[in-house]
């Protein structure tokens, strides 16, 4: 379960606050393979629509810290996402199975990816078949040892129409990523980038379709 959950939400304002979520000991737990079940977020939306997450800080998540999952018109604004290099699945940021998602003006410094873009994974997000579209990220800056904005590897309900303007990352493997594994079904298009300054960044685009991670072992 997330620390913070909202389902079935509407016009919702999230205003200027701090979550933080003692994610030392869940890490150390997953790192040595005693826990039965998943980690949770640190903040959940589901089927909701209307909301603006603005101001606000994110520190030390279990696992990711924002999942906004079958939304829609989420403005996400000026947030501050912190967590320690070595932190294991800390993503930022991943909207997931949504759309007429804006994502502006973030700082994240994390373990994992800045801001990860999924649309269901297997079996389950071809059964649902819901896609992932009409995302715009823009001025996301920060830093990683993953990747800056991956798409995928949990896309087989599809992902188009994103639009990311004024990426600057510093210190990740890859700048943009699109990722599948065998099986998983799915399309990306319609991806627009711009502007983006990226430092000490290894590789800057990068298409894989052997992903080896599965979304039950996290």
Request: proline content about 5%; glycine content about 8%; hydrophobic content about 35%.
């Amino acid at each position: 379960m997330p620390v913070i959950l909202l389902m079935w939400s509407s016009q919702v304002t999230m205003e200027p606050s701090m979550a933080i979520g003692q994610g030392q000991v869940w890490w150390e737990l997953h790192a040595n393979g005693s826990l039965d079940y998943s980690r949770g977020y640190l903040l959940e939306l589901m089927y909701s629509k209307d909301i603006i997450i603005s101001n606000l800080t994110f520190a030390n998540s279990p696992s990711w810290n924002i999942h906004p999952v079958y939304c829609r018109n989420v403005l996400i604004q000026y947030l501050t996402i912190l967590a320690p290099i070595q932190s294991p699945n800390t993503d930022g940021i991943d909207p997931d199975s949504s759309s007429h998602v804006c994502i502006e003006d973030c700082y994240v410094a994390n373990g994992d990816d800045l801001v990860s873009i999924k649309s269901g994974w297997d079996e389950y997000g071809i059964r649902y078949g819901r896609p992932s579209s009409k995302i715009v990220i823009r001025r996301l800056a920060g830093a990683t040892r993953s990747s800056s904005v991956p798409i995928g590897s949990e896309m087989s309900g599809g992902v188009s129409h994103v639009y990311v303007h004024g990426l600057n990352v510093g210190h990740a493997s890859t700048g943009i990523r699109i990722k599948s594994a065998q099986g998983r079904g799915g399309y990306v298009k319609d991806i627009y980038v711009s502007d983006v300054f990226l430092r000490n960044v290894k590789t800057a685009i990068v298409f894989t379709d052997l992903y080896w991670e599965h979304p039950d072992s996290l």
